[in-house]
């Protein structure tokens, strides 16, 4: 029984301690308030800080020219589908170990090992839209001039989003288009 008294003891002077320590670091939040401006920024309403210290939701694209997409996180899990298109604008919804849940532009979802994927930015023009080309002009404004139409399904590089307006690119053309009309950027994000 001695034993047992004296090891309740070691684990109560153990919580003490970690009690002291806690007491500490809050004592020391308040009173130095920039002891945690180190830290990563504050992510927006909605997003939250994944495993790797990105934030979950982001923006991705396709790194490798082919890219299994599998029904699980591990290379145990049945290949679901293959990317044959690098560049290609997904969207990281979920992070597990070194894998990444991604949606596609079709809303399908799989699993694809991280090391695949960039951050480079790049978006499709208006996928869930057939029909008419949409505008592509020489500013961010919708008075300006027509550079080029582009089908929707065409990908380009996002260069930067500003105002609503953002700065696409790819083989044959360059301008502005309403970031209302890509798959690929966020309602309201601005890029460098």
């Given at each position: 029984m001695r034993g047992v008294l004296r090891n309740r003891g070691r684990i109560e002077k153990k919580h003490n301690g970690m009690r002291a320590l806690a007491a500490f670091a809050w004592l020391l939040l308040l009173v130095h308030p920039l002891a945690t401006s180190t830290?990563?920024?504050?992510?927006?309403?909605?997003?939250?800080?994944?495993?790797?210290?990105l934030p979950?939701?982001?923006?991705?694209?396709l790194k490798?020219?082919?890219?299994?997409?599998?029904?699980?996180?591990?290379?145990?899990?049945?290949?679901?589908?293959?990317?044959?298109?690098?560049?290609?604008?997904?969207e990281v919804v979920q992070e597990f170990d070194n894998w990444r849940r991604i949606r596609d532009s079709d809303g399908s979802m799989g699993w694809v090992f991280q090391g695949l994927l960039s951050g480079k930015r790049t978006a499709v023009v208006a996928p869930w839209a057939g029909g008419d080309?949409?505008?592509?002009?020489?500013?961010?404004?919708?008075?300006?001039?027509?550079?080029?139409?582009?089908?929707?399904?065409?990908?380009?590089?996002?260069?930067?989003?500003?105002?609503?307006?953002?700065?696409?690119?790819?083989?044959?053309?360059?301008?502005?288009i309403d970031r209302e009309q890509l798959w690929g950027v966020y309602p309201n994000e601005d890029i460098d």
């Open positions: 830290s990563a920024p504050a992510s927006p309403a909605g997003v939250e800080v994944g495993p790797s210290g979950v939701p982001r923006f991705v694209s490798a020219s082919r890219v299994n997409v599998r029904v699980g996180p591990g290379e145990d899990y049945k290949v679901a589908w293959v990317f044959v298109k690098p560049g290609l604008p997904l080309p949409r505008p592509i002009r020489a500013a961010a404004r919708a008075d300006a001039s027509i550079v080029a139409y582009l089908e929707p399904g065409v990908m380009g590089e996002i260069e930067r989003c500003q105002d609503g307006w953002c700065r696409i690119s790819g083989k044959g053309f360059s301008g502005w």
